[in-house]
C-alpha cells in the first residue's frame, strides 16, 4: 500500500474522541474580544488553507532533549505526506484547540536518509524502537490500518527541532530551537508518561508491541542517533534559557 493511500485512509478514519490533552502553559495575553472572534471566523470561512488541509494523520509519541534524556514530553504530531519519500509534520504539545505549537518534524525514509551526507545525519533519529515498542500510535485509526502505517514508519529517520518549550512551562516560544530525540531502548521513556498517555487513549502500548512483532526492523544507518556515540548537538541559547 502507497503511503500517499494510507495517509488517505487515516484522514478518513482518525478521530481523537475524546481523549483531549490539554497544554500545560496559558499564553500571557487579554482574552480574544468579539472582533478579533469575528476576524478568526471570517477568515475560517472565507480563507482556503491547502497546507493546513493536507495535515492529514495523526501521530502520537515522546520525544526528549538532545544531551538531556531525563526531560522528555508527550508529542502530538499532525502531518501531510509531501511523496512516498518524505513527510512533514508539526507537533503540538496536545490535541485541544488552544494546544501550543511545540515545533516541527521532517521525515525521511530509510533511502534518502542513507545519501543524506555524515555530519547531517547527526541531527536525526531512528523511528524503529518508537514503532516495536508500541510507544508510536495513530489514534482513532483501525488496528490494521495502524499497523500499514507503522510498516512504513518503522524504516523511517526524523529531524526534529522544538521552538516553543510548554514541557518547561513557558508561557511563550523563549530562546532558540532546541534539537530533540526519540528513544531507541527499553527503560528509557518515563513509564508513568506512557502509561498516562494509554490511560487518555485507551490503548496499550504493550498490545502495540505484541501486534507489531512482525514488522521487520530494518538496521539501523549508525549516523543516525548520534546521542548514543557521544555526539550531543545542540543550539546554545544567547537568551540564556536552560534546557
Known amino acids: 500500500m502507497q503511503l500517499a ?33 469575528s476576524l478568526d471566523a471570517g477568515a475560517a470561512v472565507l480563507q482556503d488553507k491547502p497546507p493546513i488541509d493536507a495535515l492529514n494523520a495523526y501521530l502520537d509519541g515522546f520525544h526528549f532533549y538532545s544531551g538531556n534524556m531525563k526531560s ?19 507537533i503540538y504539545d496536545g490535541n485541544v484547540r488552544d494546544a501550543k505549537l511545540m515545533g516541527v518534524e521532517y521525515i525521511v525514509s530509510g533511502k534518502l536518509f542513507q545519501g543524506l ?59 532558540v530551537p532546541q534539537l530533540m530525540m526519540g528513544f531507541t531502548q527499553d527503560g528509557q521513556a518515563d513509564a508513568a508518561m506512557v502509561a498516562a498517555r494509554d490511560a487518555r487513549f485507551k490503548v496499550q502500548s504493550a498490545d502495540k508491541r505484541r501486534q507489531r ?31
Open 72 to 90: 522528555q514530553m508527550e508529542a502530538h504530531h499532525y502531518c501531510a505526506i509531501v511523496n512516498d519519500d518524505v513527510i512533514q509534520c508539526v
Open 5 to 37: 493511500r494510507i495517509f488517505s485512509l487515516c484522514a478518513l478514519l482518525a478521530a481523537c474522541g475524546d481523549q483531549a490533552p490539554q497544554s500545560p502553559v496559558n499564553a500571557p495575553g487579554n482574552a480574544a474580544s468579539v472582533a478579533t472572534r
Open 213 to 243: 512483532q512482525d514488522i521487520a526492523a530494518p538496521a539501523i544507518d549508525a549516523g543516525a542517533d548520534a546521542w548514543q556515540h557521544g555526539k550531543v548537538i545542540q543550539l546554545q541559547d544567547p537568551a540564556g534559557s536552560t534546557h
Open 117 to 175: 551526507p555524515p555530519a547531517e545525519k547527526t541531527l536525526w533519529h531512528s523511528h524503529v524502537h518508537e514503532v516495536k515498542s508500541g510507544q508510536l500510535i495513530a489514534p482513532g485509526i483501525p488496528e490494521a490500518a495502524e499497523k500499514a502505517l507503522m510498516q512504513k514508519l518503522v524504516g523511517t529517520y526524523g529531524k526534529t527541532w522544538h521552538t516553543w518549550h510548554t514541557d518547561r512551562r513557558q508561557q511563550l516560544p523563549l530562546g
